[in-house]
């Protein structure tokens, strides 16, 4: 049976800047349209981090059960490892999606923006057949494109139009960068596991473009939002303050440029989050004081 450690790293704590970044990315540019509201934030936060634990669950049990992780490089996997029952880690990844439905349908109905309900319904939707199903659209190299759509432009608008009621230019600029943050996590996961996921028959994006190809791919994805600060610093400059967060690309761009493989990516998931956390922090703070 699972210890508690092993089911909180089962949930994939280092995937949790995903869904921290968007919200808070987010709030900073509805303080910016002065209507931020202290629980509506924080029911968007509560339904963003039960989303990706359910989707990381979902993940763990459908590729646990076709095989998928029995040879994986990176962190431990509940079903795949044997520490957990299938039929666990399905009512943990069910359970966390049901919550986020609930939370989700919560804010709608305090807030009367009934359209974001087919929004949540799609997510749902979509954390499921990431990597579910007989015909999962993560094994057919779609998966970058549902982490910019979810994590990315729905994470961020929402929490916007959620409170606001109205969106702008600056909000889907600051969407689409966090979006290619999310995805850049993505794809520095997807770099590590090419080899085992091409035996599997899994075709990610990675494993189509190549291990050349991802590793441009993940360059060009982590300097679009530094392209998006400079044309967001023309009418806000405080934001410009956001470029201090490519600090911490250091690390993870030497991994990626010098062709680290296996073990020696996995600390670019967790940097790359950071750096993501790091510029919505800076970001959102930046557009609520101007």
């Known amino acids: ?46 339904v963003a981090l039960s989303l990706i634990i359910g989707v990381n669950f979902a993940n763990d049990y459908s590729d646990g059960i076709r095989g998928t992780d029995e040879n994986r490089v990176g962190p431990l996997r509940l079903v795949g490892s044997g520490v957990a029952a299938p039929r666990l880690v ?12 609930v ?7 305090a807030t009367g923006r009934w359209w974001l309900l087919v929004m949540g319904a799609l997510c749902i939707i979509g954390a499921w057949f990431y990597t579910g199903g007989k015909k ?39 969407a689409v960068a966090v979006g290619c943050f999310s995805t850049a996590v993505l794809t520095a996961n997807n770099l590590r596991d090419i080899p085992t996921d091409r035996e599997v028959g899994k075709n990610t994006l990675a494993v189509r473009l190549g291990d050349a190809g991802t590793r441009r791919l993940y360059l060009a994805l982590v300097s679009i939002p530094y392209a998006i600060t400079i044309l967001v610093g023309i009418w806000h400059p405080l934001a410009l303050i956001a470029v201090l967060s490519a600090v911490l690309l250091r690390a993870p761009l030497k991994a990626i440029r010098t062709g680290g493989t296996g073990p020696g990516l996995i600390p670019v998931l ?21």
Not at 144 to 165: D, H, N, S
Not at 270 to 290: C, H, I, K, N
Request: charged letters at 5%; hydrophobic letters at 60%; one cysteine or more.
């Open 1 to 46: 049976m699972a210890t508690v450690a092993q089911w909180i790293e089962g949930a994939r704590p280092r995937t949790l800047p995903n869904a921290v970044a968007p919200v808070v990315a987010g709030v900073g540019v509805t303080i910016e349209q002065g209507a931020f509201s202290w629980w509506q934030s924080l029911l968007a936060l509560l």
């Open 90 to 101: 399905l009512t943990a990844a069910l359970s966390c999606l049901g919550l986020a439905g």
């Open 103 to 109: 939370l989700g349908l919560a804010l709608v109905i």
């Open 136 to 174: 999962p659209y993560g094994y057919a190299g779609l998966g970058e494109i549902a982490v910019f759509v979810f994590f990315g432009l729905a994470a961020v608008l929402g929490t916007v139009y959620v409170q606001a009621g109205r969106l702008s230019w600056v909000a889907l600029g600051v």
């Open 270 to 290: 967790r940097d790359t989050g950071l750096v993501m956390l790091a510029w919505s922090v800076l970001s959102g703070l930046s557009l609520a004081f101007s």
